[in-house]
């Protein structure tokens, strides 16, 4: 599965950094696609300042799996082993 395979507004957790170093959060909300990257939010992050500061834009191709609880699915996650052997190639 790729991140232009998820369903808009769909949850992904993955940590994420400041310019300076500092973790802001562990979750992003999926937007949409935007020719080869996405449009992602922090959501520990409101862009209060309407500079988005908050944005984040993923490849589309980020190689992704779904967590899953019986047949729901709660969230995603970026492949590290996917996303791994895609690297190397």
């Not at 769909?10 to 300076?20: G, L, P, R, S």
């Not at 988005?52 to 699915?73: D, E």
Request: charged share 30%.
């Amino acid at each position: 599965m790729k991140l232009y395979d998820l369903p808009r507004g769909a949850k992904i957790k993955v940590e994420t950094f400041n310019k300076a170093g500092e973790r802001i959060g562990e979750w992003i909300t999926f937007h949409h696609t935007d020719g080869m990257y996405s449009y992602c939010t922090v959501d520990a992050m409101p862009d209060n300042n309407k500079d988005g500061s908050n944005v984040v834009h993923l490849s589309v191709v980020t190689p992704m799996k779904a967590v899953k609880k019986g047949r729901w699915v709660l969230h995603y996650e970026i492949d590290l082993e996917e996303n791994t052997k895609r690297l190397k190639k």
